[in-house]
């Protein structure tokens, strides 16, 4: 599964253990873009860098690729959708995967991505 920024920012908040449990489930990816997201965020605290250093260990980063470009670019070209969340689906079709996210709204338009809220009660 591809893991989009929110599930990461959850689990270094640890403000939702299942959310850290999750990410560290199974042979779980991010994109490129999302590390920059993640790691950029300008209110990040040491202890939550600590736990995303620990996270980031455990997980593959699919790099931005010439594949994944044309493939942002086409999402882009077919409907209003932000550079960064281009980025995430595009790497979640070129790659297969399912793209884990709280905001599947983000995503919904998206033609043949598949969508996986794992926490959808708690919006």
């Known amino acids: 599964m591809l893991l989009d920024s929110n599930i990461l920012i959850q689990?270094?908040?640890q403000t939702a253990p299942e959310t850290e449990l999750?990410?560290?489930?199974?042979d779980h990816a991010v994109a490129s873009i999302t590390q920059i997201e993640v790691y950029g965020f300008t209110g990040l605290m040491p202890e939550e860098k600590a736990t995303l250093d620990i996270l980031f260990r455990r997980l593959t980063v699919h790099p931005l690729d010439e594949a994944v470009i044309w493939r942002a670019i086409e999402?882009?070209?077919?409907c209003r959708m932000g550079l960064g969340d281009a980025i995430i689906a595009a790497?979640?079709?070129?790659?297969?995967?399912?793209?884990v996210t709280r905001?599947?709204?983000?995503?919904?338009?998206?033609?043949?991505?598949?969508?996986?809220?794992?926490?959808?009660a708690r919006k």
Not at 22 to 26: A, D, H, I, M, Y
């Open 75 to 78: 999402l882009r070209q077919e």
């Open 103 to 120: 905001n599947t709204d983000d995503f919904k338009h998206v033609e043949n991505l598949k969508l996986v809220d794992p926490f959808p």
């Open 11 to 13: 689990a270094a908040n």
């Open 91 to 99: 790497t979640a079709l070129v790659h297969g995967l399912p793209l």
């Open 22 to 26: 999750l990410v560290v489930s199974g």
